[in-house]
Structures are given as C-alpha cells and as structure tokens.
C-alpha cells in the first residue's frame, strides 16, 4: 500500500515569538542567502502578509516575490521585514574566534 504523503507548511507551526526566533537562527546558521530569505518570506506568511505589506509601505505582491524561493530581496526590503516581524539582525563572533 503506498503512503499518501501531504504537503508541509512550516508557517504553520511558527505560532510563538520563540519559534519564529528558532527557524530564523536556524536559517541564518546555513549561511544559505537563498535559505535565509526563503524562511523570512516563511516568517512573514505565518504572521500574515497583508499585516507586513500594511507595515513595510510594501506590496504584498513585491513581498511574496521577494521571498519566493527564487526570490532576491534587498537589504533595504529585509530589514524592513525583519523590523515589521520584531527580529533583529545581530552581529556575534564565531564560537571558537
């Protein structure tokens, strides 16, 4: 008998502050830029993209293009996302340095 497999959102399960925290540590530890704005967009989806274009000055559709998986946002874009999301970008030294 075959499995009958479902498609998976993680948006789905990013219902607290400490788990939009983990995925985005998570994405950001890739150093994957693509992964990165990838899991953002997913980010911005759990919370509600019309609520983020609302904040940013941007539209939804700009958002979702953006943030797709072929997706190339800008700086400028991702920090007004990330500020709108309450995540903030921070610098530290590699464990070890």
């Known amino acids: 008998m075959a499995e009958k497999l479902t498609t998976?959102?993680?948006a789905?399960?990013?219902t607290t502050d400490e788990a939009v925290a983990t995925?985005?540590?998570e994405a950001?530890?890739?150093n994957d830029v693509g992964y990165i704005a990838h899991a953002l967009g997913v980010v911005a989806r759990a919370r509600g993209m019309a609520q983020i274009a609302s904040q940013t000055?941007?539209?939804?559709e700009q958002l979702y293009r953006s943030f797709s998986e072929?997706?190339?946002p800008t700086l400028k874009t991702t920090l007004a996302v990330m500020r709108a999301l309450g995540i903030?970008?921070?610098a530290t030294l590699?464990?070890?340095?």
């Open 23 to 25: 995925f985005m540590a």
């Open 94 to 97: 590699p464990a070890g340095a």
């Open 8 to 10: 998976y959102d993680p």
């Open 57 to 60: 000055g941007l539209s939804r």
């Open 28 to 30: 950001l530890h890739t």
């Open 70 to 72: 072929n997706g190339n």
């Open 12 to 14: 789905e399960d990013l």
């Open 88 to 90: 903030e970008l921070t």
